[in-house]
DNA sequence: GAGTTTGAAACT
DNA sequence: CAGTTTCAAACTC
């Protein structure tokens, strides 16, 4: 698709203008060395952890942040991605886990038409692998601010704050004066969506949103065709400096154009988005919003609510008090609810890394890693419909649930469900044979279809990653943002959006995420990444190097990317 | 598009 | 904690 700028006459300077410029060296021997190296030829077959070794190490420390540019996802991407975490590692694990080194895989749109290719080709083939130092000052700043150590901020450290911010977001507005990037926030609660949660899904980047995450996020996503970055900034900060953003749901990352419209009223009873019905399995997965009639849009029964994020206009609900306008409403509102029960907004969805099975868990059957939090009540669903929302979070229903005549086709509560596609017919009761056949069938088709290739896959393999979008959503909400796996709070997100559904229809560019990268901070895991899937604008996945460990063939050729913490609540800052 | 069903959320 | 009501999504026609 692209052009291969590597070649003979392809040089580092060229690729990395300015670099001398962007750098700081401790010394002037370090300067030469590095400038001489910026005059060699750039061999195709030099690895970039081969050049950053050869960089003096005080080019690449010095708190910098250090983005690596990769406008032709599809050749070389796979060895950015590689390389990454080789070089990460020599550089300093360290810098992996603090705020000063912060590694942004910018990925670009590889399905580029020809003629945005033709426009482009220059500056990709610059920009190409570009080595783009950046202050990391913001994010020092904020490290001091949000740390009383003048260490880097742990894990767990930077969870807090992102909790913190979620429930006081005037403290976020800092961020923003500080000059954090503008963009979109995004709702990363769901992120979890790599709740996919854990599953964070990072969707269209091509609209030329920004993906916000707490400034102590140290990965910058970005598509190097728009210019567009996935910025691990304080959404408000984003909703601050973005004129045009209305109060508009920044983490929402919806293809419909509408949802982003400038002053566009944010009465919602507009009739003109009636978007669910209109939804059908293939068709745009245009943003799907809530349609509360009673509840202002400031309970749980608020989708967009729940999911942590502001009603745009898209939506279809009344009365709604889930605006910017209204913020000191539905944070209080919000910290009331928490106050009734702390983990309100925390994914619906667990998954357990460690693959403990549950009790009543049939290893050989159900998707043990991962359950609903609660557990269903269904009566009547069977588990079969989305009513259930363990079917509908695509996981198995377990010993929690009180449900009646389970069968869960992800994996019954009794632990003698089938599981998926590979349901055994003659399992299936007689009675409601029908039904359970048709739900499977449906299953089976759009996992066909939603993921080609792992067709052959084990369908418990798949069943397993209920933070992606599962399959049978014939409706499938369309994510807020991006599904994504994402640490801390940011499941919140996530699992709503977690609902991993609203990403399914998107997840189609996903492709399944490893088990191993679903949120361990689920689990209380301190790593101090999280790994996100996301995709480009083509479609590619973005990875962080982390996430290089264990193999996958469902990352083959694709991008991960690691997020930090990320404050479950972001989007619902205030609005200058 | 309207109406029904369903089960989570909220309330008592 | 259990029962009931309210609510909006999911579903059906």
């Not at 608020?302 to 709604?320: L, M, N, R, T, W």
């Not at 499941?491 to 709503?496: E, I, M, R, V, Y």
Request: proline share 7%.
């Amino acid at each position: 698709m692209e052009p291969k700028s590597e070649g003979p006459d392809c040089y580092w300077d060229s690729l990395i203008p300015d670099a001398l410029d962007m750098l700081i060296f401790n010394s002037p021997g370090d300067a030469e060395a590095f400038k001489g190296l910026m005059h060699k030829p750039l061999a195709s077959s030099i690895r970039l952890n081969e050049f950053m070794s050869m960089l003096p190490h005080s080019t690449i420390n010095n708190g910098r942040k250090m983005h690596i540019v990769d406008s032709d996802a599809s050749g070389s991407a796979p060895e950015i991605e590689d390389h990454c975490s080789e070089l990460m590692t020599a550089t300093g694990t360290n810098q992996t886990q603090d705020n000063f080194a912060n590694v942004a895989l910018v990925t670009s749109n590889s399905n580029e038409k020809a003629n945005d290719q033709l426009v482009s080709a220059t500056h990709r083939t610059i920009r190409r692998r570009c080595l783009d130092f950046e202050m990391a000052n913001v994010q020092r700043k904020n490290s001091d601010e949000n740390s009383n150590t003048g260490s880097s901020t742990s894990e767990s450290d930077e969870r807090n704050v992102a909790n913190e911010k979620q429930l006081l977001p005037a403290k976020r507005n800092g961020d923003l004066q500080r000059g954090i990037l503008q963009g979109i926030g995004l709702h990363l609660n769901a992120l979890a969506a790599l709740k996919e949660y854990k599953g964070i899904q990072i969707e269209k980047l091509s609209s030329g949103r920004q993906l916000s995450l707490p400034s102590s996020t140290s990965l910058q996503i970005s598509t190097s065709q728009e210019h567009q970055n996935l910025s691990l900034v304080p959404v408000s900060s984003e909703r601050e400096l973005d004129p045009s953003d209305n109060g508009v749901q920044p983490a929402e990352d919806c293809s419909q154009p509408s949802a982003y419209m400038a002053g566009e009223d944010f009465n919602q009873n507009s009739p003109k988005k009636k978007r669910r019905k209109s939804e059908t399995p293939g068709e745009t997965e245009g943003c799907k919003r809530c349609n509360c009639k009673k509840s202002k849009c400031l309970k749980l029964y608020c989708e967009c609510f729940a999911a942590g994020v502001y009603c745009i206009e898209p939506c279809s609900c009344q009365d709604c008090f889930n605006k910017p306008i209204h913020e000191d409403t539905v944070l209080q509102t919000r910290k009331q609810i928490e106050s009734r029960n702390p983990l309100a907004f925390a994914p619906k969805v667990i998954r357990n890394s460690d693959s403990v099975p549950e009790i009543g868990d049939d290893p050989n059957k159900t998707p043990a890693s991962a359950r609903h939090k609660r557990g269903c009540n269904c009566k009547k669903s069977s588990c079969l419909k989305k009513y259930c929302e363990c079917y509908q979070g695509g996981v198995g229903c377990s010993i929690s649930c009180r449900c009646e005549g389970c069968k869960n086709a992800f994996g019954r509560k009794d632990g003698s469900a089938s599981v998926g596609i590979e349901t055994d017919p003659e399992e299936t009761e007689a009675t409601d044979k029908g039904v359970t056949e048709k739900a499977l069938q449906k299953t089976e088709i759009q996992n066909t279809e939603d993921h080609p290739d792992s067709a052959t896959v084990a369908t418990p393999l798949r069943l397993s990653r209920p933070l992606l979008p599962l399959p049978f959503s014939s409706k499938g909400k369309p994510p807020r943002s991006f599904v994504t796996t994402i640490s801390g709070s940011a499941l919140f997100a996530s699992q709503k959006l977690g609902k991993p559904n609203p990403l399914w229809s998107q997840a189609k560019h996903f492709q399944t995420v490893p088990d191993e990268e679903i949120p361990d901070i689920l689990q209380g895991d301190s790593s101090p990444i999280t790994c996100i899937k996301t995709s480009s604008p083509n479609g590619k996945r973005i990875s962080s190097p982390n996430c290089d460990l264990g193999s996958s063939p469902s990352r083959r050729g694709g991008r991960r990317l690691i997020l930090q913490s990320i404050p479950s609540f972001p989007s619902l800052t205030p609005h200058p």
